[in-house]
Every structure is written in C-alpha cells, then in structure tokens.
C-alpha cells in the first residue's frame, strides 16, 4: 500500500505543451503539499492545501495551478511549460489536525521539458 | 526569514564509523525540525523529527539527533555508519506560525567507503 503515490513518475513533454501530475494519499491526512526540487536538489514549498482550501501559495508562476478534487487527491497542471521548468516535483501530505506535521512524500515526479 | 544551513555538500564515511551531518536554523517561530534521507532516484523518507520534550530523539534505522536551542542546531548522528545508509540527508524546519511550510537545507551527500 503506496502511502503517497503520484502519476506520472516521469513526463518528457516540449517546451508550449500543457501537463497535470497527480497526487493522491491514502493516509487521511488533511494537508498535502507540492514542492520543486531543482537540478541542485534544491527543494522547495510550491502550494499547500488544507481540507481543499489553499493555504500556502509560494512565489510560483501562475502558469502553475493546484487542484485538489477532495482531501485524498492534489493535483498539479501547468499551462505553457519552459525549458526551467524541468525539475523533480514531489508532493507531500500531513495530518495538521492530529498536530504531528510530519509530511510524507511521494516517490517524486521527474519533469523534463525539451 | 526562515533559512536551513548545512554547511557540508558532501561527507565520505568509512563503514563502521561514526557519522555527524550538521544543520543550523534560523527561525522567527518555535520550529518543529526533521532530517529526511533520498535515495538516488527515490522520496524523501522521514528518518526523525523534533516537536517538543527531550531534545535527543531517536529515528530510524539508528539515526539520532539532538535539539540545541542555545546554537540554533539539530544535528543527525549514528554511532556506525553502513554501506546502505550512503544517500542525501536533508534538514528541514516548520513552524505552525508559517502555515507548517517546511524549508530544507541544501542537503548533505553521504558517501560510504568500504
């Protein structure tokens, strides 16, 4: 039983092109994240969504747009992708209401733009 | 503003040694702090985290680490190294203040010589 899972685990698209990951946690939590890791294994918070509200929306392009249908699924489309666009997207969740904030990840998807 | 530090890009261990990763924190709120480990290829998988209480908290496959407020630190230790355990370690810091965004240090690479 995958905790965290999203699809695709890699997408090679062209540059213009517009493309969704999904998320999608079956842990019950109530938060879920995504975040960009970079070339440089930089990671950082994109959006966070809590019970379907966003709460946190990072300095983001808004070329990116989050989507969470309902509190087990947080989907990801974005519109016109660029080449710096090309990163490990990684989406998270946690349970905020239980207090523990730990975030569990999922395996990572590895966006190439061409 | 919020900032992770790990002040060592990359480590190389003998096996059966002893291994410190260091990381300090800069925070405006009272942080919850965590150390993950990657896989090449793979997720963050949570190996500890630090909410309150005792500020030497044990994690898993052998990893510890210790909360000093005085130096702003949470550094990650294990008393011998393994051969498996040679991935990348990241330091992240949330706050309840900052809608529990996590912010990650830039990772420390693990290498392991046999």
């Known amino acids: 039983d995958t905790a965290v899972s999203q699809t695709p685990k890699y997408l090679v698209t062209q540059m213009g092109n517009d493309k969704s990951i999904k998320c999608e946690q079956n842990?019950?939590?109530?938060?879920m994240y995504w975040y960009k890791q970079d070339s440089k294994k930089f990671l950082k918070i994109m959006f966070s969504?809590?019970?379907?509200?966003?709460?946190i929306n990072e300095t983001v392009p808004n070329r990116f747009s989050p989507k969470s249908p309902d509190k087990a699924h947080l989907n990801l489309h974005i519109n016109s992708l660029e080449l710096g666009d090309s990163a490990v997207y990684f989406c998270?969740?946690?349970?905020?209401?239980?207090?523990?904030?730990?975030?569990?990840f999922g395996p990572g998807t590895r966006l190439t733009v061409t | 503003a919020q900032s992770v530090t790990q002040p060592d890009i990359h480590i190389t261990v003998s096996e059966g040694a002893s291994l410190e990763l260091r990381c300090n924190y800069s925070?405006?709120?009272?942080?919850?702090l965590f150390w993950y480990v990657q896989s090449p290829g793979q997720g963050l998988q949570l190996l500890l985290k630090?909410?309150?209480?005792?500020?030497l908290v044990q994690g898993i496959k052998g990893f510890e680490a210790e909360f000093k407020r005085s130096q702003s630190s949470f550094n990650l230790r294990k008393p011998s190294v393994h051969w498996s355990d040679a991935a990348e370690y990241f330091c992240?810091?949330?706050?309840?203040?900052?809608?529990?965004?996590?912010?990650f240090g830039a990772g420390t690479i693990l290498r392991v010589k046999s």
């Open positions: 998270a969740s946690s349970h905020e209401t239980g207090g523990t904030y730990e975030q569990y």
């Open positions: 842990l019950g939590h109530d938060t």
């Open positions: 969504y809590n019970n379907k509200e966003l709460i």
């Open positions: 925070y405006g709120a009272t942080p919850y």
């Open positions: 630090y909410f309150s209480g005792d500020t």
């Open positions: 992240a810091v949330g706050a309840r203040e900052y809608g529990n965004k996590l912010v």
